[in-house]
């Protein structure tokens, strides 16, 4: 028989340099890290230490939280201190924005990151009489950035931690939205400035992001950084998020829109699915994403048909039955299937098969071949013997 050429189908990841996060390394052709950050006061040390403990407890391998003062910077002391006491370390990222060095400083001795936003790092007084810049302003208020932000790129270097320069398309520094406009050139440029002076002080521990809350700016704004990178022989690792994607399903659907679609192009070393949720509801998401894409396999894959007139079961009934008795067996692949007119390769090679046979009957298929045909009632009783059998089941905890 004829055979089809063998076509490629993962997913090449651009090559970035590893960046370690606390017990974490973003980049290097690592797995795609998760993180999302907690909603609580920072200065309510209780509340914070109990909100990334349950955030790490279900996945998000970093932990972001806000620093708007000093004091939520003070605080972050006893935060890391109680995790450790109660615990165990989780990477934690401290979030500074406006007029932020003294604060970024404090917090550097005690997370792992720190997030800046360069439109919000350093103040740029808006010209009164709104005309463009010089070059000579332009480079003015350049290098009061880089005196400005010097100090904390030699504490974070010497320390070995992190920085991520956040540029976000609802707050684009001034200078830089008269001179590029609101597009994504002008989020590039912003984080180009940023990552230049890191690099004129030897640092490279950086991660990049270039959120937008419109999903074709913020694929565009990633997309230019990649090129912008790879002509310069940059390598750092990129942070994907869609911000204010808002909630539901909606705001499930626009976030992989945005995240999964760079993904699939091999662009993205860690994600963020910002929802107006729990920050707990965004783990999943994130998880679901990377395993769609193959990037990450932390979960049961269920492959069902949606069913037709031709099913033979209640098709919804049985994969919920079928998903609370294997979904705790990470690393398979089942397929519930409500007939075989299409034949076993509808299954996409799933490890085990339930497939609608005959009225009142089903049929056990391990990969293509058919194991055995049962009373539907005892469906799920002899897959879970057939996943037993081959020594792939293990007890739920
Ligand atoms: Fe219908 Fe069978 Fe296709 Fe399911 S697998 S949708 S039951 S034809």
Request: glycine residues 10%; negative net charge.
């Amino acid at each position: 028989p004829e055979t089809t050429p063998a076509f490629d189908t993962t997913i090449h990841r651009r090559q970035t340099r590893p960046v370690p996060v606390g017990n974490v390394t973003i980049g290097g052709g690592h797995p795609v890290v998760v993180q999302s950050m907690i909603n609580e006061d920072t200065l309510d040390v209780e509340g914070s230490v109990a909100g990334i403990r349950r955030l790490h407890e279900i996945g998000c391998e970093i932990v972001r939280v806000t620093v708007p003062s000093m004091a939520h910077g003070r605080a972050l002391a006893d935060i890391k201190a109680r995790l450790q006491e109660t615990y165990q370390p989780v990477p934690l990222v401290a979030d500074v924005h406006h007029n932020g060095l003294k604060i970024a400083l404090e917090v550097a001795k005690h997370v792992d990151k720190v997030r800046i936003n360069p439109g919000l790092y350093v103040f740029e007084k808006p010209k009164p009489d709104r005309t463009e810049y010089t070059e000579a302003e332009f480079n003015e208020i350049g290098q009061k950035i880089r005196e400005t932000l010097e100090p904390l790129v030699i504490s974070l270097r010497d320390q070995g931690k992190a920085m991520r320069i956040g540029v976000n398309h609802g707050s684009l520094a001034e200078r830089m939205l008269f001179t590029y406009g609101d597009t994504p050139e002008g989020m590039v440029e912003s984080a180009l400035e940023f990552i230049k002076i890191c690099e004129s002080l030897d640092y490279r521990n950086l991660i990049i992001s270039l959120k937008a809350s419109r999903v074709p700016v913020m694929l565009a704004a990633y997309r230019l950084m990649v090129k912008r990178m790879d002509d310069l022989g940059m390598d750092y690792p990129l942070h994907l998020g869609v911000t204010e994607a808002g909630d539901g399903e909606y705001g499930r659907i626009k976030s992989t829109a945005g995240i999964g679609t760079l993904l699939a192009e091999g662009i993205g070393d860690t994600i963020r699915v910002s929802l107006t949720e729990p920050p707990e509801k965004e783990i999943p998401v994130c998880y679901s994403i990377l395993q769609s894409l193959g990037l990450r396999k932390t979960m049961v894959e269920y492959v069902a048909c949606p069913s037709c007139g031709r099913t033979l079961f209640n098709l919804e009934e049985v994969l919920e039955k079928v998903r609370a008795a294997t979904s705790h067996l990470t690393g398979l692949d089942i397929a519930v299937m409500g007939c075989i007119v299409n034949g076993p390769g509808e299954m996409a090679d799933a490890d085990y098969g339930y497939v609608g046979k005959q009225a009142g009957y089903i049929a056990l298929y391990r990969g293509r071949e058919e194991i055995k045909r049962v009373p539907e009632e005892k469906g799920v009783e002899e897959l879970i013997n057939l996943i037993k059998a081959d020594g792939r089941w293990v007890d739920p905890e």
